[in-house]
């Protein structure tokens, strides 16, 4: 089955440790998502990328960044997780561009940070 | 920027009663969808609404979009306990890829 699959699906760092999340796609979809979610909140919006180009939301802190090495794979990279980092991490695809594109969510990466 | 208010956060319900959740954009949307989210797990897709006053059924779920393509409405008849979960909606007009997601209604049902 076409899916979006997001690894490890529990991950514990320490303070200050760097981290990455990973997530793969077999819908080939050309917009790949990185939300934040915390607990009882909605999804944030922290980057996306159409094919190669990749789009930053003006509050995302630097502390994140992201890498697309093809199509099906995305990667979320935090550099110096803080104890506020710590969050449901969900990735999504869409088809194409265009807020009316159906996202598709994968399970989420579970972020503890000590 | 755009902004999506949801209400209720929270509701609780006895199995059987009737459910709604309301969103309400501070702009004009060009789509609405909405998304159900299980406790633990992630969000999943249930339905977009695109033109003024459109209603979308989907069995005991009814879906409605507002004339003025600013607020939207999930009401569940009936509930039953599967569908417990957080229901958000999200809005799309602001940036071309950007939805705005509500901030959820979790929905509680005593069996």
């Known amino acids: 089955d076409a899916m979006v699959i997001q690894n490890p699906r529990y991950q514990v760092t320490q303070f200050g440790k760097p981290v990455t999340l990973s997530c793969s796609q077999t819908?080939?979809?050309?917009?790949m998502y990185w939300y934040q979610q915390k607990s009882s909140q909605a999804p944030k919006l922290l980057f996306h990328?159409?094919?190669?180009?990749?789009?930053n939301e003006a509050d995302t802190p630097d502390n994140f960044q992201s890498r697309r090495p093809n199509t099906s794979f995305c990667f979320l990279d935090i550099r110096s997780p803080g104890l506020g980092d710590a969050a449901m991490y969900l990735c999504?695809?869409?088809?194409?561009?265009?807020?009316?594109?159906?996202?598709?969510f994968g399970p989420g990466t579970r972020l503890l940070v000590l | 920027g755009q902004q999506v208010m949801q209400i209720p956060q929270y509701q609780h319900v006895q199995e059987g009663e009737d459910f709604t959740t309301y969103c309400n954009s501070s702009t004009t949307l060009s789509n609405i969808q909405w998304y159900k989210q299980r406790p633990g797990g992630h969000p999943v897709f249930l339905i977009q609404?695109?033109?003024?006053?459109e209603v979308k059924k989907q069995k005991r779920l009814t879906f409605q979009f507002g004339e003025a393509k600013k607020n939207s409405s999930l009401h569940i008849t009936a509930t039953q306990t599967t569908d417990v979960g957080t229901y958000f909606c999200a809005g799309g007009g602001g940036s071309n890829y950007k939805l705005t997601f509500g901030k959820g209604t979790l929905l509680t049902v005593n069996p």
């Open positions: 819908l080939n979809h050309n917009v």
């Open positions: 609404l695109v033109k003024s006053g």
């Open positions: 999504a695809t869409s088809r194409d561009a265009g807020t009316q594109e159906t996202q598709y």
């Open positions: 990328y159409y094919d190669k180009d990749f789009n």
